[in-house]
């Protein structure tokens, strides 16, 4: 068995999916999280990304290309189903999955840390915000317009969901843990507002239970 160590930020949805699949293939290894810029030039010096993974002197970069590897080392219990049209369903969701939920996190970590331009308030801005028929800041209603979205991206995985355990499968694949990365980020109200509509979702939050108890616990 080869010594395998994931090195990632702490609490981040890609280091997470990767540490789920490792605990889901029972394979042991070592996981070291950073504590500052110096770590990640250390750990992933051709990307200067992470999560990576090491297997024994063998560098893996991005977390996708590092769950296709996990599969490689112990392809049982697989990542990917066995019927080709499932799997290349489960792939699509995954690559879906890290890109729509990454634009979110972005354009609301650039939001919050942007400052609002100073401009004068019109006399009907005014009167709207005393009528309290608007925001005032336009950072906030962007912020709002923002929930808004990743509450449709939830319906979205509701859909796609349906009545099946996993996502297009009655097994959890490498799709599942990826969305519940997000889910799980979404589940610690980073993104105030969002924490609400996950949990009014049922059909999702026993979803992220169930991959939970193949994977290692909430």
Known sequence: MPKISLYGHDDTPFTEKCRRALVFKRLPFDLHISTGP????????????????RVDDELVSDSTTILYRIEELKPDPPLLSPDPNVATQQRNLEDWADESFLWYWQEWFRLDGEAPPPAPESAFARFRRLLGLGAADPRERAKAELVRGLTDRMNDLVNFLGSRPYFYSDQPSLADLTVHAMLRTLRRDEIPGAAGQLSAR?????????????????
């Not at 979803?207 to 909430?218: D, I, K, N, Q």
């Open 202 to 218: 049922p059909a999702l939050v026993a979803f992220m239970r169930r991959v939970e108890a193949e994977t290692g616990g909430a």
């Open 38 to 53: 110096e770590d990640v030039k250390r750990w992933s010096p051709v990307t200067g990304l992470l999560p990576v993974m």
